[in-house]
């Protein structure tokens, strides 16, 4: 195992990509958004990396074991103009902070070999309290970028989000614009208590303004109810017995 | 001190050896298992693997001090068919997520260095609860495999278990995989709260199904009530005077 | 990306210039005495070091996003004597104590290549109380810079600061006394609770004094205000909704 | 800054010295009895160890600074026979594991340059309960060893310390078995909650008898409450003012 492992399925004939980045975070926005992307679009698998900056598990599904990985799928829209996105998703950040900046560098080299010149982060923003409206939040590399979306009702604030963004959607923009890759964060306001399926349609809502195609919603509140579970379930697995023992915590 | 230092003791002859870990987890299940193979087939100590990923730690045992490490274990079973194991047992698992997936690394080179070319990893899986009746949760990295396993009881659930399985025994089967090797991890429910000798019977009982082996059983819940003591007093002395500078925690 | 990354924004020409150092710290007191002096003596970018020792973010101004770096501004000052600075700032410390050491040094390595020979860290250093009176708490490299110091009303107490300097202030003095530099950490008394101008106008004094320079104090008390308040939108931020998957608390 | 940056102050020489290894630790008995060894027979200070395991600061006494280090010294001990011992002592371990392995393999590799083929590890042992009688517990590389100490009252219990030994104190023993270094450790029981004099006096009465030595033990209960004293001043320091933002605990 090195530090990074790339397991390639498909060799997608990509036109001019956008790097769509959707991994865990805030209320899962960013990785429900990005995950129905890939549903509604049949997107297709063409790459996955496995990292020693992932947490060393593997997740079980009906007894099928997988190494953590993030998973690069090809979407296909043929909407006014047909676009094409590499969609990025996964189950897992990195485990610190040197990991953050080498994984997220990995995976943009990944997103220049398809040839994407253009990213969106996507993920929310916690309020705290109930949202009624849902607004978008904006962080763009150029000023080009803010007047775009900024055009399509996307807020962009004096100082917020007031801790900056972390984790891979921050270095996508912060690593990317060192690369030359115009790149924007798009953060869905959200409670921050539940996985919020219409902070992800808001967030969705945008991309979709932005690129020109419509996406279906229908299935999206399942998914979030089906990933609610999932998490209820670790949150509970998770808040069972401690033993004292570090070594413990291990189901090893 | 290398990474890894491995110290070789016995060049065993071993006819398709079948890799078994059982590092401390869960109601060290997997250790308890795992050692008790060790004791009631006469293994052969074959290797320790010292490693710079393990804690900065020696046991103490009547004075005598033992380096932190994983140690290998050759088991040969005259059962209807005569059966070789590759058992890997130890006091502890990596410190760190980088660590694990190096130490799982290297464990595996190893492994494949004696002809392994399957895998249990055992464990023990947390339900919070005391078991009455004590079923073994599966996990897998072929579908053949399942279905084998399926066969003798093991019990494959859709989302379980929730968190993933953590630690050298989920990489033991995300690495394995990656690798070629069939692997599967054997996990015995138990509350969590206890060193469960139960819980590793039911995983031995399942193992000795697949490789028609019998194992006595006699010792068991002692060898379980020596850990606990162990355990317990390693707890007490956890708990005792903590000083408020980090470097005090050290016996140093 | 690189450990480190250095962009060069300017080639100024400085004059034996010595390196002022205000990373965040207790109180804010070195950040806003190094920020101010930037700001009132028109101090020009000259460089950004990027690093994987920083935290991996971009902050958001504006909804222009700006990777996480340290800054260094060249400041010329037409005092009684013309005084050229080098002055680091930014807000960030590294991630952990390796990071720190291999951070400082890098640090330390731009400011000799523009010609730095001296450094002083400013800092503050918590009482825990309110302060009345402002003292400057003092520490070396050299005895002759204690001297000089002391003459300027500088404290330097036998057992303060108890815990010594931590972080890159620290090993301003610890790695560049070891490269030949002579340094001091000027440390402001503060009650540690709130960014604090009056303490960091107390450094700024003995700076002033010692280089024979004016500085107004007019912005103070503003800038320290506007910092107080992205601090505490940021502690606003990071007390609301924190699920329990670590994950969650990325922004992403 | 490399990992490790030795400066050397002296080169003695040293008839088949024995390294004597005392760093903070449980009720600072080690660090307390290897100091006093170099007070009461004058040691020299021979060598430094500056490392990026250490923390990331420096010391302050009167204003000087001093980067964190390990030193040792030499120590000629006109006994009954003449004795040469190269002490250790410092006030720092390493900040996480691997770096615990990565130092005392360093430490190892000067104890080595400098002669000793023997080691003696000293600590204290928690009981979490006032002593009245100062047992002495040990661990040791070698059965003739153990023999050797417990000829002299040091006890050897069956599973004590239940814990190992964990930091340097331990891989002095570890790490020095796997080079053919013959290495005790000597543990004094201490409360835990206070700089114990009365433990390091028994732990030195055991070594005196051993290396036929005798040493006053007039000034051990002053130097004790000297490091009380400051240790209290650091966790005062520590218990102050603890803003949210992680940065603001370095006093930078």
Known sequence: MNEFDIEEYADPDLDDPILIEGLPGVGHVGKLAAEHLVEEFDGELVARLYSTHFPPQVSVE???????????????????EPTD?????????????????????????????????????????????LIEEYSVLGAAT??????????????????????????????VLGLGERRGLDAACLMGETSGYLVDPKSAQAVLD???????????????????EEMEEVIAKMQEME?????SDDDLRYIG
């Open 62 to 80: 009906n007894g099928r074991t997988t190494l953590a990985s993030a998973a690069f799928h090809a979407v296909h829209i043929d909407g006014e």
């Open 85 to 129: 996105l590499l969609v990025l998703t996964g189950d897992h950040q990195a485990g610190d902070g040197p990991g953050h900046y080498h994984l997220t560098d990995r995976l943009l080299d990944i997103a220049e070999e398809y040839g994407c010149e253009r990213a969106f982060a996507l993920g929310g923003v916690p309020t705290g309290e």
């Open 142 to 171: 150029t000023d080009a970028l803010i007047e775009e979306l900024e055009g399509l009702g996307v807020e962009f604030r004096e100082d917020e989000p007031a801790g900056g963004i972390v984790g891979v959607s921050g270095l």
């Open 206 to 224: 945008v991309l979709g303004d932005l690129l020109a195609f419509d996406v279906g919603y229908g299935s999206l509140a399942d998914r979030a």
């Open 239 to 243: 808040q069972g017995p401690t033993p």
